[in-house]
């Protein structure tokens, strides 16, 4: 069975612009949950989605936003991009409810900012 | 969620077991203790879970102590490809509220196998 997709792998944005992620959970997985890996740090908690509502935000500002779609994959936006904002965007997905601590991860889009 | 400290690296020879430290002092008595590994360029992977009693799957051993203020996970046979950074995660296993789907990682502890 395919895991966790995300795409594009990697993205290189300049400051001030908007960009898109996108996650396809695993089949049969309702939660979707979004992460913020800068280098050298574990990863941060940014959304959680389960059957396409929020469930869950983390201390990020309001340039990120998401969005779960009715077939479970998801998008993450940010808007007004910043150098720090730089980091590995990781996607995971649960079979069960929205408090599953059994989260299967993406390998992640690189995003870049200059 | 409980705060987890973990040394920040350790070394194992290929073969040998692999025994990584987590202390969580302030754990509460409905949080469990989760481990999950990270390997170079890829995302974490989920290795096992426990609430008190010790636990072992396909892939490791979870020792938690009486008192459940700390806990060791255990790779009975480390390999090179067990070369990865692990996370010992607290939280709560549902009930909502909060909780939700929220993983609160830390430094975690970089593990290197050795040939």
């Known amino acids: 069975d395919a895991g966790v997709t995300q795409s594009p792998t990697h993205l290189i944005k300049t400051r001030g612009q908007q960009v898109t992620l996108r996650c396809s959970p695993i089949s049969g997985h309702k939660s979707v949950s979004w992460y913020q890996q800068v280098l050298g740090q574990g990863p941060q908690f940014i959304f959680q989605?389960?059957?396409?509502?929020?469930?869950g935000r983390g201390n990020f500002p309001d340039r990120f936003s998401a969005r779960q779609f009715p077939n479970y994959s998801s998008e993450l936006n940010v808007n007004a991009l910043l150098l720090g904002d730089s980091a590995l965007y990781l996607c995971?997905?649960?079979?069960?409810?929205?408090?599953?601590?059994?989260?299967?991860f993406g390998p992640g889009t690189r995003l870049t900012v200059t | 969620d409980a705060k987890t400290t973990q040394p920040p690296s350790m070394d194992c020879a290929e073969g040998r077991a692999a025994n990584l430290p987590c202390n969580h002092s302030t754990i509460s008595g409905n949080e469990y203790v989760y481990w999950y590994r990270q390997i170079h360029s890829q995302g974490p992977q989920y290795i096992i879970h426990g609430l008190k009693n010790n636990e072992t799957n396909e892939m490791a051993s979870l020792i938690i102590t009486e008192d459940r203020k700390s806990s060791t996970l255990i790779l009975p046979h480390a390999t090179l490809r067990d070369t990865a950074v692990y996370y010992c995660i607290v939280r709560p296993l549902g009930a909502g509220g909060t909780s939700y789907g929220k993983l609160t990682f830390g430094q975690g502890t970089i593990l290197t196998v050795h040939p």
């Open positions: 989605y389960y059957e396409k509502e929020e469930r």
């Open positions: 995971a997905s649960s079979p069960r409810g929205p408090s599953s601590y059994e989260q299967y």
